[in-house]
Nanobody, 123 residues
Protein backbone atom coordinates (compact mmCIF):
# COMPACT_ATOMS: atom_id res chain seq x y z
CA UNK A 1 0.00 0.00 0.00
CA UNK A 2 1.10 3.54 -0.77
CA UNK A 3 -0.18 6.56 1.10
CA UNK A 4 -0.15 9.85 -0.78
CA UNK A 5 -0.64 13.34 0.60
CA UNK A 6 -0.84 16.41 -1.62
CA UNK A 7 0.03 19.92 -0.54
CA UNK A 8 0.76 23.29 -2.07
CA UNK A 9 -2.64 24.16 -3.39
CA UNK A 10 -4.12 27.59 -2.93
CA UNK A 11 -5.16 30.67 -4.84
CA UNK A 12 -3.31 32.39 -7.64
CA UNK A 13 -3.93 35.08 -10.18
CA UNK A 14 -4.08 34.20 -13.83
CA UNK A 15 -0.54 34.09 -15.14
CA UNK A 16 0.80 33.11 -11.75
CA UNK A 17 2.49 29.96 -10.53
CA UNK A 18 1.99 27.27 -7.94
CA UNK A 19 3.90 24.15 -7.04
CA UNK A 20 2.05 21.10 -5.81
CA UNK A 21 3.79 18.41 -3.81
CA UNK A 22 2.89 14.79 -3.26
CA UNK A 23 4.44 13.01 -0.29
CA UNK A 24 4.44 9.21 -0.43
CA UNK A 25 4.83 6.61 2.27
CA UNK A 26 4.39 2.87 2.47
CA UNK A 27 5.54 0.50 -0.24
CA UNK A 28 8.49 1.29 -2.50
CA UNK A 29 7.62 4.58 -4.10
CA UNK A 30 10.21 4.06 -6.82
CA UNK A 31 8.23 1.08 -8.17
CA UNK A 32 5.28 3.25 -9.18
CA UNK A 33 4.58 5.79 -11.85
CA UNK A 34 3.05 8.96 -10.46
CA UNK A 35 0.20 10.75 -12.10
CA UNK A 36 -1.50 14.05 -11.43
CA UNK A 37 -5.19 14.39 -12.17
CA UNK A 38 -7.66 17.17 -11.56
CA UNK A 39 -11.37 17.56 -11.20
CA UNK A 40 -13.26 20.80 -11.57
CA UNK A 41 -16.79 21.26 -10.22
CA UNK A 42 -19.37 19.40 -12.29
CA UNK A 43 -16.68 18.00 -14.57
CA UNK A 44 -15.09 14.62 -15.02
CA UNK A 45 -11.70 13.94 -13.52
CA UNK A 46 -9.03 14.54 -16.13
CA UNK A 47 -5.44 13.54 -16.60
CA UNK A 48 -2.80 16.23 -16.14
CA UNK A 49 0.61 14.57 -16.23
CA UNK A 50 2.49 11.39 -15.40
CA UNK A 51 6.10 10.46 -14.72
CA UNK A 52 7.83 7.09 -14.95
CA UNK A 53 9.09 5.45 -11.77
CA UNK A 54 12.77 5.59 -12.74
CA UNK A 55 13.69 7.06 -16.12
CA UNK A 56 11.98 10.45 -15.74
CA UNK A 57 9.91 9.97 -18.89
CA UNK A 58 6.75 12.06 -18.80
CA UNK A 59 3.35 12.52 -20.38
CA UNK A 60 1.32 15.73 -20.36
CA UNK A 61 -2.20 16.63 -21.25
CA UNK A 62 -2.31 19.04 -24.17
CA UNK A 63 -4.04 21.62 -22.01
CA UNK A 64 -1.03 21.92 -19.69
CA UNK A 65 1.87 21.11 -21.98
CA UNK A 66 4.49 23.85 -21.85
CA UNK A 67 3.05 25.30 -18.65
CA UNK A 68 3.25 22.44 -16.15
CA UNK A 69 6.26 20.32 -15.26
CA UNK A 70 6.02 17.05 -13.38
CA UNK A 71 9.01 15.75 -11.45
CA UNK A 72 9.87 13.35 -8.68
CA UNK A 73 12.57 12.71 -6.12
CA UNK A 74 12.60 9.04 -5.21
CA UNK A 75 15.16 9.58 -2.46
CA UNK A 76 12.65 11.82 -0.69
CA UNK A 77 9.53 9.87 -1.73
CA UNK A 78 8.17 13.04 -3.28
CA UNK A 79 6.55 14.05 -6.55
CA UNK A 80 5.78 17.53 -7.76
CA UNK A 81 3.98 19.48 -10.41
CA UNK A 82 5.20 22.98 -11.09
CA UNK A 83 2.47 25.07 -12.66
CA UNK A 84 3.19 28.28 -14.52
CA UNK A 85 1.04 30.64 -16.59
CA UNK A 86 -2.01 29.53 -14.67
CA UNK A 87 -5.42 30.08 -16.20
CA UNK A 88 -8.86 30.22 -14.58
CA UNK A 89 -9.67 26.93 -16.31
CA UNK A 90 -6.91 25.30 -14.25
CA UNK A 91 -9.13 25.72 -11.20
CA UNK A 92 -9.79 22.25 -9.78
CA UNK A 93 -8.97 19.81 -7.04
CA UNK A 94 -5.64 18.21 -7.94
CA UNK A 95 -4.85 14.63 -7.03
CA UNK A 96 -1.66 12.64 -7.17
CA UNK A 97 -1.85 8.93 -7.72
CA UNK A 98 0.45 5.92 -8.04
CA UNK A 99 0.35 3.17 -10.65
CA UNK A 100 2.46 0.26 -11.83
CA UNK A 101 1.53 1.26 -15.38
CA UNK A 102 3.18 4.26 -16.99
CA UNK A 103 0.86 5.69 -19.62
CA UNK A 104 -1.02 8.71 -20.83
CA UNK A 105 -4.23 8.95 -18.83
CA UNK A 106 -5.54 5.63 -17.62
CA UNK A 107 -6.89 6.74 -14.25
CA UNK A 108 -8.36 3.28 -13.77
CA UNK A 109 -4.88 1.80 -13.49
CA UNK A 110 -3.91 3.98 -10.56
CA UNK A 111 -4.00 2.00 -7.35
CA UNK A 112 -3.40 4.68 -4.74
CA UNK A 113 -4.76 8.22 -4.54
CA UNK A 114 -4.23 11.22 -2.34
CA UNK A 115 -7.04 13.25 -0.86
CA UNK A 116 -6.55 16.17 -3.23
CA UNK A 117 -5.59 19.80 -2.92
CA UNK A 118 -7.60 22.74 -4.19
CA UNK A 119 -6.18 25.13 -6.78
CA UNK A 120 -8.14 28.27 -7.55
CA UNK A 121 -7.04 30.65 -10.30
CA UNK A 122 -8.75 34.01 -10.60
CA UNK A 123 -8.79 36.23 -13.63
Amino acid sequence: QVQLVESGGGSAQAGGSLRLSCAASGRAFNEYAVGWFRQAPKKEREFVAAIHWSDQKTFYAESVKGRFTISRDNAKNMAYVQMHSLKPEDTAVYYCAASRVFQYGGSGDYLWWGQGTQVTVSS
